[in-house]
């Protein structure tokens, strides 16, 4: 029987192997891009809705600008209305 291989190591590799990095550094890499990649879309629009708020913009500034980052977002998301992402950050 043989031993399974995790996705996320045969990627660490290839990133240490192209990159130069060390193993351990292309290992912490590939965790962060995939914690980055695991992120629910209400937890995105949660912490985007933060960070915009934190630079001054105003609620229909952020919540247009979220939608359209939504659209790009390589994890797709559902379309979401300005409304409906409201109810994400204020419930």
């Known amino acids: 029987m043989s031993e399974a291989v995790d996705p996320s190591d045969e990627l660490a590799e290839q990133v ?21 990649f695991t992120e629910t879309t209400e937890e ?7 960070e915009l708020q934190t630079y ?3 609620n229909d500034e952020i919540f247009e600008r ?15 209305s300005a409304r409906q992402l409201r109810r994400i950050v204020y419930g």
Request: glycine letters at 6%; hydrophobic letters at 35%.
């Open 66 to 80: 979220l939608g359209a980052e939504l659209r790009h977002w390589p994890v797709r998301s559902p379309e979401l």
């Open 44 to 50: 995105y629009v949660r912490r985007r809705h933060r």
């Open 56 to 58: 001054g913009a105003r």
């Open 16 to 36: 240490s192997r192209t990159t130069g990095l060390s193993p351990e550094d292309a290992r912490r890499v590939v965790a962060d891009v995939l914690a980055y």
